[in-house]
């Protein structure tokens, strides 16, 4: 759960180009229609995809898919689908923090957001775009550098399991 906090966090990065005060309004007007891929620096396989409310996570740990309503998450050979509700944390939460409880702050450079003991601070770098994440939970901290932010163009079935691309898994289905 820890290393998908911090990969869903890394989602954000990818949403930020503003570099002074209003970095929320302009974090917002660029979310819409925006897909993009996001490489983490020190982790070569990592990469994080999202295009509005869905997102897929490929690392050599952890592997999800969420188109918007549905979740699989591949653990061995078994991917669990759930439908996760807004009290499980989820990338597109911080767009609209206070409708998920979450308070933000702008500071310089740098956003935060807080709901009871979980904290993301996203920071803009010097080119006014997202440089770093830092995720803290009261098990661990967690700090992310971006490699690399690309725009793409994905189809909707990209941010869902695709059981026959995997044959050896078996699905549970928990919900």
Same mark, same amino acid.
């Given at each position: 759960?820890?290393?998908?906090?911090?990969?869903? &966090?890394?989602?954000?990065?990818?949403?930020?180009? &503003?570099?002074?005060?209003?970095?929320?309004?302009?974090? %917002?007007?660029? $979310?819409?229609?925006?897909?993009?891929?996001?490489?983490?620096? =020190?982790?070569?396989?990592?990469?994080?995809?999202?295009?509005?409310?869905?997102?897929?996570?490929?690392?050599?740990? $952890?592997?999800?898919?969420?188109?918007?309503?549905?979740?699989?998450?591949?653990?061995?050979?078994?991917?669990?689908?759930? !439908?996760?509700? @807004?009290? !499980?944390?989820?990338?597109?939460?911080?767009?609209?923090?206070?409708?998920?409880?979450?308070?933000?702050? !702008? =500071?310089?450079?740098? $956003? %935060?957001?807080?709901?009871?003991?979980?904290?993301?601070?996203? =920071?803009?770098?010097?080119? =006014?775009?997202?440089?770093?994440?830092?995720?803290?939970?009261?098990?661990?901290?967690?700090?992310?550098?971006? %490699?690399?932010?690309? %725009?793409?163009?994905?189809?909707?079935? @990209?941010?869902?399991?695709?059981?026959?691309?995997?044959? @050896?898994?078996?699905?549970?289905?928990?919900?």
């Amino acid at each position: 759960m820890k290393r998908l906090a911090i990969l869903l &966090a890394s989602l954000l990065l990818a949403q930020f180009s &503003a570099a002074q005060a209003g970095l929320f309004e302009r974090l %917002k007007s660029q $979310l819409a229609d925006t897909p993009f891929s996001v490489e983490v620096e =020190g982790r070569e396989n990592d990469c994080v995809e999202m295009y509005g409310r869905a997102f897929r996570v490929f690392t050599d740990e $952890l592997k999800l898919w969420y188109d918007g309503k549905t979740l699989w998450h591949l653990k061995g050979d078994e991917v669990y689908v759930s !439908e996760p509700d @807004h009290t !499980e944390f989820m990338p597109y939460q911080l767009f609209t923090p206070s409708t998920y409880g979450f308070t933000m702050t !702008e =500071g310089n450079r740098q $956003l %935060k957001f807080v709901k009871q003991d979980f904290s993301v601070v996203i =920071g803009i770098g010097n080119d =006014g775009l997202p440089s770093r994440v830092e995720v803290r939970t009261p098990d661990a901290q967690f700090d992310l550098r971006l %490699k690399e932010l690309r %725009k793409c163009s994905f189809e909707p079935d @990209h941010f869902r399991f695709d059981a026959a691309s995997w044959p @050896h898994v078996e699905v549970v289905d928990l919900r």
